[in-house]
């Protein structure tokens, strides 16, 4: 069974946010030397679930 057009979005979406998420606490963290963990990670977390509705919903769509 192949996924929906709106999961395909989605997963994309997900992984993109989950690179971001990764690559800026990474940066945090050797910049600061600090863990990122007490309020940067759980602020960009929050961040992550309104960035993946928006790429979902607002990149362009795929014919096909």
Do not use: D, H
Not at 37 to 58: C, E
């Amino acid at each position: 069974m192949k996924p929906s057009l709106l999961t395909q979005e989605f997963l994309a979406a997900a992984a993109a946010m989950l690179a971001l998420l990764v690559f800026v606490s990474a940066l945090y963290w050797l910049f600061t030397g600090n863990s990122p963990w007490p309020t940067f990670l759980v602020l960009q977390a929050l961040a992550f679930g309104s960035g993946i509705g928006l790429l979902t919903l607002l990149s362009p769509r795929r014919r096909g």
